[in-house]
């Protein structure tokens, strides 16, 4: 079994910095990439920032500039450092791990909780 545990959301107010956390446990074989997606009310869920071990990475165009991923290998642990935050961001933020358990022949999605941001003033 795999888990993934958030921790950081919160409130905050415009122009404010969060930073969240997720850590990975389990049987974990290996790890695809780890990265963070979020739902508004009313809205789909969205892809905010994926990471890769090589470094790879990907950010929604609204974040860039503004939010900062990375990832602690040794740690099975990603971050999402979140800084100059607007009444957008507000949404749940999930958790996503790409991975793959000892004795699977194939990787999964893994999702955590979720965590609430909420930005306002």
């Known amino acids: 079994q795999v888990q993934l545990v958030e921790s950081g959301g919160g409130l905050v107010q415009p122009g404010g910095s969060l930073r969240l956390s997720c850590a990975a446990s389990?049987?974990?074989?290996?790890?695809?990439?780890m990265g963070w997606y979020r739902q508004a009310p009313g809205k789909q869920r969205e892809l905010v920032a994926i990471?890769?071990?090589?470094?790879?990475?990907n950010y929604t165009d609204s974040v860039k500039g503004r939010f900062a991923i990375s990832l602690d290998m040794g740690k099975n642990t990603v971050y999402l450092q979140m800084n100059n935050l607007k009444p957008e961001d507000t949404a749940v933020y999930y958790c996503?791990?790409?991975?793959?358990?000892?004795?699977?022949?194939?990787?999964?999605?893994?999702w955590g909780q979720g965590t609430q941001v909420t930005v306002s003033s």
């Open positions: 996503n791990a790409v991975l793959r358990e000892f004795y699977s022949a194939y990787d999964d999605d893994y």
């Open positions: 389990g049987s974990i074989f290996s790890i695809s990439a």
């Open positions: 990471r890769a071990p090589d470094a790879s990475t």
